[in-house]
Every structure is written in structure tokens, then in C-alpha cells.
């Protein structure tokens, strides 16, 4: 039972230390240990690495670190992309070769055996749509259907110019400096599909998180009715309460089963345990931004609304303090002054929530529900009205 275990803990340590070093900067996971452990194992760990390298080799072997890190981290590339492959079809081929011949079993009929592999072909489909689709690249000859595709706020979008490209940056857009380009309605720049997700494929993006969060619970689910078909068939229950005497109650059984799983099929259980585990960022993620996309914002805008809202909240402080020294001087009164400004710090204090709750009616591109997932599904490039300089020309 001991062995059994500490596989598991070390599993479970190896996957939290994965996840923190590959996804500890998704904003779900922002003020938890998960960012900490990841600047931790990133910034902390790589600094005393580079450290000891001058030490021992010089200069010029630091230097070739960096430039083969700027190549896998600034640059395009496909590495990552390589992995997420790497993992799922590590993943469909161990649950085959250790399920399959179970299937059909008690509890599962043998059409598993090809609408598992359905599930896994349409996950990667989603996968490469969403590595090779166009996020909504913005050049100089669709800028203006950009550009009047959404209007400037004027809070946290105002008339500018890309300095890379020299083309006007229509509202919520960005220029991702991974891929050197600017995108209209950028969300994040996206390692894992090499590329960035945008007004064109955060509805694949989407698609691609909502269907692997059911590919792990699908697999979940099967792989333990094929356990639970073992257990039936081989009548396990029945060969412990007769021929070991233990009472027949769940309570007493479970330890026996467990021990009896973990030996017979430590595989399929450390599987279940994965696909169980990677379901929950998945989720969490989706989650995430099915809110935003709920509420028509981006990733990149929710940050820019903290930076607004900070902005104001120092300004607001600012005022008030102003306005206090100024009563301050004008002070003959300043000892009945006590109580007013006793529920002026009241006041001041439940100030920053209104600030939050404003933001949301401050968001002009926020239509509704409706209207904002039927954008998300059908982005306005897509739409007809976006290209009348094509229709002219042709
Ligand atoms: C805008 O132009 C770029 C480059 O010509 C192109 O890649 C992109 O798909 C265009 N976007 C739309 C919505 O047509
Ligand atoms: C998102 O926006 C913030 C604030 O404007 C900016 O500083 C940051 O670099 C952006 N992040 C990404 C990943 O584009
Ligand atoms: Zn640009
Ligand atoms: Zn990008």
C-alpha cells in the first residue's frame, strides 16, 4: 500500500511542478502558489543556473544560452505544439494498450473502442484549426474595416499608431511581438498553439478548451467503468466477503478494492488520476473565458482595466487627500471637523468597488449576452459588412 502511494504523491508533485512551469502566468492562477512556484522554477531557478554558468564557462557561453532561449521563448516556434501532440497521443496509446482489451466489458460496449479515438481525432483537429487559423491579422490593406469595425473608448482605447508597423492600431487590438504583427482583438499570444488568439480563432480556441475538458472526463468515466467491469466480472466483491470474511459494507470494502486496483491496475488508475487532474485547469480556463467572452472583454483588456482602475483609485486618494489638507488649513473649525470626515473615510472606503462596478457599464463593447457570443462565434470580419473595399474592386 505504501509504494502504491508515494508513486502517486510523486506524480501528483511532478504534474503540479509541470503545471506551475508551463501555465503558472495564466491569469486563473494569478495570486496563488501556482504563480509563485512558477516564477520560483522560471526566474529564480534560471538566475542562479546563468550565475553559475558565467562562473565556470564565461561570458560567451551565457550569451549562447540567451540567444537559443530567445529563439524558443520570443520567437515563434513549434516546440510546445510538438508536446501537446506528444501528450495526447502518449496518452490515447497507453489507456489503448492497457484498456482496450477489456473493451467491450461489463459496463462498456465495444463502440468505445472507435469513438475514443473519434474524441481524440476532433481534439487534435480542433488543436491544429486553432494553431493555423488567422487570429486576425491587421494590415495596411484591411486596417479601416478594422477600424470601423470597433470604435475607440476612450478609456483605455485611443487613436494610435503601431510603432512597428506604421499602420493605425484599430481599437482592441495589439501587436503581438512574438509573431511581429498586430491582431485585431487580441487576447493572448498562445504558446502551446504557437500562435496568437484573436477576433478570428478565440472561437476555435474555445471550442478546443471545451472539448478537452470532456475528452479527460470522457476518459475518466470510461476507464473507471472498465475497472468497475473488472471488479463485476471477476466478482472481487463477492471472493472478499466470502473468502476473506470482511463485512460486507462500502465502508469496509473500499480499502480491500483500492489495494486490489493499485496492484492489478496500477496503469489505469494512474491514468484516470492524469486525465482527472488535467481536467481541472481545463475547465477552470475555459471557465475563465467563457466569462470574458460573456462580457465581450479580452485577457489583454482585463489587465488594462486593472491598470485603469489603479489609476483612478490613486487619482480619487489624491483628490481626497488635497481636499483634506485644504479643509485642514481653512481650519477654525477643525474640532468639529471629526465627525464629517469620520464618515468621509467610510465613504472613501467603499469607493473602489463602486470604481469596479462602473467598469463593467464602462466596457462599450459589452452588448448583452446574446450579442456577445454570437461575436465571438461570428467574428465581425467574417460578416459581410466588413468588406467593401473588396466588393468594389471585384
Ligand atoms: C487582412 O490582411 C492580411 C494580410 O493581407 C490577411 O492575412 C488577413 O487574413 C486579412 N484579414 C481579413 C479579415 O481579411
Ligand atoms: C496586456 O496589456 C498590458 C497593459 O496594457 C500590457 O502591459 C501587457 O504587456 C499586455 N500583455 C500581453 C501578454 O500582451
Ligand atoms: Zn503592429
Ligand atoms: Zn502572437
Request: hydrophobic letters at 40%; aromatic letters at 14%.
Amino acid at each position: 500500500m505504501a509504494v502504491p502511494g508515494l508513486l502517486v504523491c510523486q506524480g501528483l508533485v511532478a504534474l503540479l511542478l509541470a503545471i506551475s512551469f508551463l501555465c503558472g502566468r495564466w491569469s486563473i492562477f494569478q495570486g496563488t502558489s501556482i504563480e509563485r512556484i512558477h516564477y520560483l522554477l522560471s526566474f529564480g531557478a534560471h538566475n542562479y543556473f546563468m550565475r553559475f554558468v558565467q562562473f565556470l564557462l564565461g561570458a560567451k557561453c551565457t550569451n549562447a544560452i540567451l540567444s537559443v532561449e530567445y529563439f524558443c521563448c520570443d520567437r515563434p516556434n513549434p516546440i510546445l505544439q510538438i508536446i501537446y501532440l506528444a501528450i495526447i497521443s502518449m496518452t490515447y496509446y497507453f489507456i489503448a494498450k492497457s484498456s482496450f482489451t477489456y473493451i467491450p466489458g461489463y459496463y462498456l460496449s465495444g463502440i468505445h473502442r472507435y469513438t475514443s479515438l473519434l474524441a481524440v481525432a476532433v481534439g487534435m483537429l480542433l488543436f491544429l484549426l486553432t494553431s493555423f487559423s488567422d487570429p486576425g491579422t491587421v494590415k495596411a490593406d484591411n486596417v479601416s474595416q478594422y477600424l470601423s469595425a470597433y470604435p475607440y473608448d476612450s478609456i483605455i482605447y485611443t487613436e494610435k499608431e503601431c510603432s512597428t508597423c506604421k499602420i493605425p492600431k484599430p481599437a482592441r487590438s495589439k501587436h503581438c511581438s512574438i509573431c511581429d504583427r498586430c491582431v485585431a482583438r487580441f487576447d493572448h499570444h498562445c504558446g502551446w498553439m504557437n500562435n496568437c488568439i484573436g477576433e478570428r480563432n478565440t472561437r476555435y480556441f474555445m471550442a478546443f478548451l471545451l472539448w478537452h475538458f470532456l475528452l479527460c472526463l470522457y476518459g475518466t468515466v470510461a476507464i473507471g467503468l472498465v475497472l468497475a467491469g473488472r471488479l463485476k466480472e471477476l466478482t472481487v466483491v463477492y471472493i472478499l466477503t466470502v473468502y476473506y470474511g470482511i463485512e460486507n459494507s462500502p465502508l469496509s470494502l473500499a480499502p480491500h478494492i483500492v489495494q486490489w486496483l493499485l496492484g492489478a491496475y496500477h496503469t489505469q488508475v494512474l491514468l484516470m488520476v492524469f486525465l482527472a487532474i488535467v481536467a481541472l485547469p481545463l475547465v477552470g480556463l475555459f471557465g475563465y473565458h467563457a466569462k470574458l467572452c460573456l462580457t465581450n472583454t479580452t485577457t489583454n483588456e482585463t489587465f488594462k482595466w486593472q491598470e485603469y482602475i489603479s489609476r483612478q483609485r490613486k487619482l480619487n486618494e489624491a483628490k481626497a487627500s488635497a481636499a483634506a489638507l485644504r479643509s485642514n488649513m481653512s481650519g477654525i473649525s477643525s474640532e468639529v471637523k471629526p465627525s464629517v470626515s469620520k464618515w468621509r473615510a467610510l465613504f472613501r472606503r467603499s469607493r473602489p468597488k463602486d470604481l469596479d462596478s462602473s467598469v463593467v457599464k464602462n466596457n462599450v463593447y459589452d452588448k448583452g449576452y446574446f450579442h456577445n457570443f454570437y461575436e465571438v462565434i461570428f467574428p465581425m470580419s467574417t460578416r459581410r459588412s466588413f468588406s467593401p473595399t473588396k466588393l468594389k474592386s471585384g
